[in-house]
């Protein structure tokens, strides 16, 4: 993340970021990746926190660290936090994240491209169940006129090291892990990491047109070989379709569409990894077609220069952090409701 996505970005930004410190627990790692911009490098957060020089942390570590390495943060007075997807592994601790920012005051961007992508600002201001919803699309699920009736998310991809190889100079990938699809907790196990490592991308955008996400149904779930899902949902009158995978192949699949009953909307995203602008996007109802034919500009950007321009003070800030708490909740309670559905169904 940091060296095929976030530096190539940041090198886009000099007039408002300096790379300054690179922290992994691997100290060669460290050294390798800040000495291509020129930085301090070290393998504890301690010393990372306590650099004069820092006043805005990107953490992209597993997982499982998230919280404490955003609260960390937060506790040594930093200014601004990017954190990568997912914001914690837990509801509870995304709420630990988000009181802690509050009373510190920090700012805090979850690292979802797709919800700064300008081609997704582009729904906002012109499909109807985004209009009106206050916070960007992070916030509440369903705007101006009520939620969508349909909404499809479909991610097709060549495996992320053909991108990774294509962005920089990656130490190299270990093999793809083997999951035993030949029983029902192996299957639910599978498609609950791939629901929380890919189809979470845009399950913020999905909430934000389904407004009783919680309410989730399983109506079908599959596992795809080597990896991937096929999933049908229904949360209250939405009808949900998740789809997503990789395959050999440098051909890439990534759209979102959603429906009410006046308008159709939807987005093609450009794939993980790729600086190449932003998607495009198309909303037609009985009347009338926009087109948004894509900006040079991507989500990447968006994300840093939004941390750039929001501080807690924000009166939107409360609110992008609940948003944040919502969006992992509902992925949550995606996947296990998946899961459950799976291991129920051989019963």
């Known amino acids: 993340m940091v060296r095929s996505i976030h530096l190539p970005t940041l090198a886009r930004l000099p007039d408002l970021f300096r790379v300054g410190h690179i922290c992994d627990v691997d100290l060669a790692a ?4 800040a000495g291509t911009v020129g ?5 504890s957060v301690t010393e990372l926190l306590q650099d ?3 006043d805005v942390v990107a953490v ?6 998230h919280t404490d390495h955003v609260v960390a943060a937060c506790e040594a007075g930093v200014r601004a936090i990017l954190c990568e997807k997912p914001l914690a592994t837990s509801v509870a601790d995304a709420a630990r994240i988000a009181a802690t920012a509050r009373r510190t005051g920090t700012s ?10 300008p081609a997704w600002a582009f729904l906002r201001q012109h499909f109807g169940p985004l209009r009106g919803d206050g916070g960007g699309g992070v916030v509440g699920g369903g705007g101006g006129r009520g939620g969508a009736t349909t909404v499809r998310s479909n991610i097709m ?3 992320n090291d053909r991108f990774e190889r294509w962005a920089t100079e990656p130490d190299g990938t270990g093999p793809l892990p083997e999951v035993d699809h030949s029983t029902a907790a192996g299957r639910a196990a599978s498609i609950t990491i791939q629901l929380l490592g890919l189809a979470i991308h845009d399950l913020p955008l999905v909430r934000a047109v389904a407004p009783q996400w919680r309410e989730v149904e399983v109506i079908s779930a599959d596992v795809m070989e080597p990896l991937g899902y096929r999933v049908q949902l229904r949360a209250g009158p939405t009808l949900i379709e998740l789809s997503g995978g990789f395959r050999d192949h440098w051909q890439t699949e990534w759209e979102f569409a959603a429906s009410d009953e006046h308008s159709i909307a939807r987005v093609e ?3 993980s990894f790729v600086q190449a602008g932003s998607g495009t996007a198309r909303i037609t109802d009985a009347d009338t077609t926009w087109d948004f034919p894509g900006s040079d500009s991507n989500g990447y950007e968006g994300e840093w220069r939004s941390l750039a321009q929001t501080t807690m003070s924000d009166a939107n800030g409360s609110a992008r952090l609940e948003g944040y708490v919502a969006d992992l909740e509902f992925a949550l309670v995606v996947a296990d409701a998946v899961a459950t559905h799976i291991e129920e169904e051989q019963q």
């Open 30 to 33: 460290a050294r390798a990746v």
């Open 39 to 43: 930085a301090r490098w070290s393998s």
């Open 52 to 54: 004069s020089a820092v």
């Open 60 to 65: 992209c570590s597993p997982h499982q660290l």
């Open 108 to 117: 805090v961007i979850l690292g979802s491209m797709h919800l700064f992508d």
């Open 157 to 159: 991809l060549p495996f």
């Open 269 to 271: 995203f450009t794939p």
